[in-house]
């Protein structure tokens, strides 16, 4: 098990949720904007490539194993928008205030049982060698209420519910969050594979 891994994300609340995941791993995870490293340009089509991408572009410049993810919100309604383009939905400047302000514009009229949605997250390791990638993918299914509800998480997170738990996922503590979470169920799959690959 590699001693050091940098975080392809400089996204408080992502760190947060990332570390308590793969905090039993043993593994010191650094975020990247700890080591100077900037945002990759995501260009890919899928969450995998853009995964695989902020990854690489981690890795090759801090000469370490990294760990990234994509995730994002796809909306039935919409045809699968916002998809991989989530966090700058409303725009190059984007706030998580802005993008759903947004999806919610777009969504006006449309009754609750069409609101359906779920999130999805891909989340990879890449060694520093580049030989070895690891992907993991999760799902999160739910609908889209008409105003926000809780003060929790970040993102979409006040405006999507979980009919299982009868709550947005603004409104989950940190643990059910990441056991019910997309992003929760990529990572728990991902800390199982590096388990599974370094044993």
Known sequence: MPGKVVLATGNPGKVREIQRILGDLGVEVVPQSEL???DADETGASFVANALIKARHASLITGLPAIADDSGLVVDALGGRPGVYSARY???DATDESNIDKLLRELEGVPGEQRTAAFHCCAVFVSADD???LVAEGRWTGTILEQRRGT???GYDPVFFDPECG???AELGPELKNARSHRGKALTALAEMLREHFV
């Open 167 to 169: 709550r947005t996922a």
């Open 152 to 154: 929790e998480g970040f």
């Open 36 to 38: 100077g490293v900037g």
């Open 90 to 92: 409303s725009g190059a």
């Open 131 to 133: 030989a070895t990638s």
